[in-house]
């Protein structure tokens, strides 16, 4: 009687399972740099329409405001979750899409645009109540 080891079986499923592991992972990172790619080219204009609605004097220009104040400084703005839900779905889909191309950019958004921090502090002066 003979006796077969059991040793290729399980070389072969760990082989197989390394290469799906290997296979899973690349394909993660070949989405996170599509995710990125996307955000690139929408998360610019996405930027400008929030911070065109905070630079007027209506409720929803405040939320826009405080919502990029906490994406420029969130220890100083903590975000209010509830000022994404009383905006318009418009400006909100352009908030969490900046939100989600903070994560990815490689710069801070507002550096994105010219004298985005200016804009950044003009805005905090307005929300602190300064000149």
């Given at each position: 009687m003979t006796h077969k080891s059991s040793m290729p079986n399980l070389s072969a499923r760990l082989s197989e399972r390394n290469h799906q592991a290997l296979e899973a992972m690349l394909d993660a990172e070949d989405e996170d740099e599509r995710k990125a790619s996307e955000l690139e080219l929408k998360g610019p204009d996405a930027w400008k329409r929030l911070a065109s609605v905070a630079n007027g004097d209506t409720g929803q220009s405040q939320h826009c405001r405080r919502?990029?104040?906490?994406?420029?400084?969130?220890?100083?703005?903590?975000?209010?979750?509830?000022?994404?839900?009383?905006?318009?779905?418009?400006?909100?889909?352009?908030?969490?899409?900046?939100?989600?191309?903070?994560?990815?950019?490689?710069?801070e958004p507002h550096e994105y645009t010219p004298g985005g921090d200016q804009l950044m502090q003009d805005f905090a002066a307005i929300e602190k109540k300064e000149p």
């Open positions: 919502i990029l104040l906490s994406i420029y400084n969130s220890y100083v703005w903590p975000l209010e979750l509830t000022r994404l839900r009383v905006i318009d779905r418009e400006l909100q889909q352009a908030a969490l899409t900046v939100i989600e191309w903070s994560l990815y950019a490689l710069n």
